[in-house]
């Protein structure tokens, strides 16, 4: 009898053993979480690296501006698919970088060039034909401000382009011109394409939504630079999107028509041919 006594209480010891433990360990659990839930109140996700392509800084804004789905034209893949390489004008494009981090009017200059066989170079283009001045001294329309080799210069418009372009030709004896099309719509530009003659043309980088920046004073007139200004080639349409070989990323780029024309009009419908 005794002994069976003795095995009751060692069965009831071991019950209270186990019982009491796991209630501790559930205690202990609830109060680690609740300092858990204390200390991390929220649960962040890792963020995904992305790709970045070296940026001139004489596009960008000085501030950065808010990105959202609406303000840039991402390449599609679906567009490219659509637009067949026969209905591409077949431009080789160059990039501006590493010589050139602000020279995307170059670039794009000496892509048609090329297109027309004359071997140009972005850096001999930038060295020696195109009218440069010190930034906050000279009009854009006049002159590039500041320097292509130079990050922290700006650009110019479509007039100097021409500039340079025609000033090119005739020391190279060649029987072409560049001409300046001024608010042109850009559908009217299409036809040029159609015409398998490329397109200098004057947006935006990325077709990001830009603004009015830096304002400097040149000859008593108030000059204010468009940020981010950027320079590309078109080269093909449809009716969803527009190609462009981008100098700053030595590719061809895919873009909304209706975004990229929006851009276009914001930089005052410029754009320039050779022919």
């Known amino acids: ?10 069965i009831v010891a071991i019950i209270s053993i186990v019982f009491f433990g796991c209630y501790s360990c559930e205690s202990n659990k609830d109060n680690t979480d609740s300092a858990d839930e204390k200390t991390t109140p929220f649960t ?33 893949n679906t567009s490219q698919q ?63 401000v500041g320097d292509p080799r130079d990050n922290n210069s700006y650009g110019c418009y479509s007039p100097v382009v021409v500039e340079t372009a025609n ?54 007139e108030d000059l204010t630079w468009f940020t981010p200004e950027h320079c590309m080639v078109m080269v093909g349409y449809d009716d969803t999107s527009v190609v462009v070989a981008d100098p700053i990323y030595g590719d061809l780029k895919y873009y909304d028509k209706n975004i990229f024309k929006n851009r276009y009009d914001s930089l005052q419908k410029q754009a320039v041919v050779i022919m």
């Open 167 to 220: 000033k090119y030709l005739v020391a190279h004896n060649v029987n072409l011109k560049a001409y300046n099309l001024v608010n042109k719509e850009l559908e009217e530009l299409f036809t040029y394409i159609d015409s398998n003659i490329p397109v200098i043309i004057w947006g935006t980088q990325d077709c990001k939504e830009g603004y009015y920046s830096v304002t400097w004073n040149v000859n008593g």
């Open 82 to 144: 659509n637009i067949s390489a026969d209905n591409i004008i077949p431009l080789k494009p160059i990039s501006q970088y590493p010589e050139l981090p602000t020279g995307c009017e170059m670039t794009s200059l000496s892509m048609v060039l090329n297109y027309y066989n004359l071997n140009s170079d972005k850096c001999d283009i930038a060295d020696n034909y195109l009218k440069k001045g010190q930034v906050g001294t000279v009009d854009f329309r006049k002159a590039f």
């Open 44 to 76: 962040t996700k890792p963020i995904e690296k992305q790709n970045t392509i070296q940026p001139s800084t004489d596009k960008m804004n000085p501030t950065t501006l808010p990105i959202t789905s609406s303000t840039i034209a991402v390449t599609d």
């Open 1 to 10: 009898m005794k002994k069976a006594i003795n095995i009751v209480c060692c």
